[in-house]
């Protein structure tokens, strides 16, 4: 029975700790059996707070070395945090992870939403849910309160994402809220979405694909219960200093150029604002209003949201100011003021100004040119067929048009019909098609992903070959290698990482952003922006690979993602640099439970322990599978034409290790840095598997054996080109 | 509810004169929802220290797909039906001298629901909030905040301030809310 009252849970026998913030359970619920029963939340936290904490607990002890994604003892863990409902700004946000199908090699995989489906869960009693096994036959779940079915959903099988949303609020009412899938996620197209209301999605790890595998259309929820924060004067003022909100009026905006800075264009069209889920304080997300779709002749409003932006126009990749990475406090601003186009005065009297504002010219890529009706078809396309936006922008769309420049598809149309250009609306509609229902070769090849398709084809040729387009401005002009692949890291494309989609950021920043790439792809592991002060700026641009203070930011960033994808808290409202008391306050707020800055901190450790147990155990992780698969992105070179040095690239990945109380040699933490986080029993399974490192002699010299550079085909290719830039001297 | 007609929201001023004093939702011209539900749950909060939809006396009627969000909100009828179809009238439900809003006394609400099954509006703009035992329910509804000298919370709390009282509002251009000051 949901909790109606205060009382409700505070009298709950397992809240010993007479938590506020939690309902105190979560629903199992087994495809194959149809069996529901329920985990009482109280045994794991405050221990592990909630959302991905809780969540990385529960995956050690339940998911086995060796479950695939597509596997019937695979799960998938939705879990919300004790800020869900409760009134703080972003706490409406929830976690979830599985074995993801879009990561190459499949492994742990997390995603972080928005929606209203988190609170309305929290609303019918549950902190979460798990599904186990899998549906012999198409099935959605429907939970109302204590009622949890099964329901056949043979009538709902097959239609697109906007369809199956209509199909169930006609069937349940209109205030049901629900999470389904599209056709990508029945076909198990890997890079599938699973999408709540307003077009919030689980987007990077392929749960739609998940989903699909377990026959799993969709999952709607009512709850007629409350939840209740502990302290609601702390939710009032969390509210008012959280982010400075805007707290005055805001229309819609009548606008007549659309696109990025650098990429604007003339384009009349009306845009709104949205919040991301119930009781925050802002409204980040664009609305882009009364625009054309994909499939009719209906218009409609399309949320905009992030790589959403390039979709018009991808000619100029994004720039940014150093700030941005480096932040000074006087110029502090979070990431949704920026989204929103809210932004603060600057203020000059700051002696990080000028240093803080420069802005680092971006690439001009020349993927595509500016159409804003193109641009909101593939959105539509990509929302209505249920796939991650960011494969579909960042990945396919500028491989095809990369491609096609390098005349690497002459005679070639992909299967479509047609010459292979993202100019043209009609090749994206049918490409598409062809993917999400897997027609033909090409869209059986593409519905696996870009990176597995770009193996079949052939790396060397169709991932590693040299694309002549790109411009460095930074440079003042002059082309830049980029392989015609974005490829990154574990099947992902890139972001942040100085060449690619969203290079503008400086080599301090660069190694940072692979290094978090490194251990926790971005984005289908973590969301983590790299913030350092920008006091430690110039310290950093001396010797970037040993700077101390980068290992220190790189940790304190992983850390409060972990923390802020727990209570729950959004990566644009968290963290604040400069109030490193806001989340212990949001954790007080919500449950009344005294934590300190320092507890939550030693509960993120905690729990990227946990994560990181989990990918030495389940998915076979070392030093060198991920130093090997890192070190793609940089020997490709950065807008300043400079690429990674093999040996310091070692050094400061020895340095982060070390930081984290891990062997150098394997990258496996030790046993007393398990035990000092109350993990003993990981350490004890660790050993039992052989997965558990000998510390090195004390007498032993330090250990460098890095091994040679891997061979790049990229850098083969880029040596003997005479028109880009040549290699730069290490 | 049978053939049941449903009123629509009052616009002009002919039709708010049949209505007191009560939350309105501004024309998108002027600020446009977005959608937080910050209303809701601090209407909740406030009232009852904690958030749900039986205690939120202030409802978003959320577009699944189009994000566009009408508020829910009581208008405070003058021939208030809900009072009259109140068993408890003046003791479960009362009339605020004051502002003429109709409020519930709980201590006396037997949770029988008459009030808002006769509600004039579709969704019933007042609420039940549930509790185990099913004698044990009460209704909600929309008191204006009365005594609290903020006034109403949804109102203050509103992160774009999209809300404001029917008083204090005229029609602008486009034939929906804008603030006086404002035309």
Known sequence: MPNYKTADFLENPDNKEKLYGYCGKIARINLTTGAVSFVDTYAYVPKYLGGRMLINRLFWEEVAPGTKAFDEENKFFYMTGATTGCGIPAGGRSAACCVGASSNPEQYTWGNSGGWFGTELKYAGYDGFIIEGKAQTPVYIKIEDDKIEILSADDLWGMRVHQTQAAIEEKHGHDVKSMVIGPAGENLVRIASITTSNDFVFAKGGFGAVWGSKKLKAITVRGSGVVGPADLEKVKALRMDMNNPMMAP????????????????????????????????????????????????QRVNHVEKCVSGLTFNYTVDIGAPVGMFWPSKQNFSQPCKMLVQEFTEP???????????????????????????????????CNDYGIDKWDAIIFILPWISACRQEHLLDGNDLGTGMEPDVENTAFIKKFFENMVYRKGYYGDLFAEGMSRAIAVLGKEKYGESVYHNRISQRLGGKKVALPVSEEAAWGHCMHWQGRGFEASCDKPTWLAMNMQNMLNTRDAQTVEHFHCKIEYHQEALKDPYHCPHVIEALIHTQNNAEIKDSLMSCEWQSPDLWWPEMESLMYQAATGYPVTPEELDEAAYRSKLLFRAILIRNHGRTRKMEVEQIWHVMQIPDSLNEVGDWKQWNEMVSLMYEARGWDLKTGWPYRETYEKYGLKDVADEMERLGLLPEHPAPDAPRWEDYGEEPYSKFVENWKQDTIVLPPQQK | MGDKVYEKEPRTPEELAGYGSHVIQY????????GCDSCMVMCGLTHEGTAGHGNGRIQVDHGTRSLENHILACQQCADHPCYDACPKKDSAMKIDGETGAVYIDEEFCIGCGLCAKNCKFQPSRITMKKDRVRKQWKAAKCDLCRGNPEGPQCVKWCPVQCLGLSEDAVLGEDGLFVPQAKQ
């Open chain 2, 27 to 34: 024309s998108p011209a002027y600020s446009f929802c977005a």
């Open chain 1, 250 to 297: 805001k229309p819609i905006l009548h606008l007549e150029q659309a696109g990025l800075p650098g990429g604007f264009f003339p384009a009349k069209y009306d845009r709104g604002h949205a919040a991301c889920s119930p009781g925050c304080n802002q409204h980040c997300h664009g609305l882009l209003m009364n625009g054309v779709t994909a499939f009719d002749d």
């Open chain 1, 347 to 381: 203020d000059p009297s700051d002696p990080y100004f000028e240093e803080q504002g420069e802005l680092l010219l971006p690439d001009i890529l020349n993927f595509w040119g500016p159409d804003y009706d193109r641009g909101t078809i593939i959105n539509d396309l």
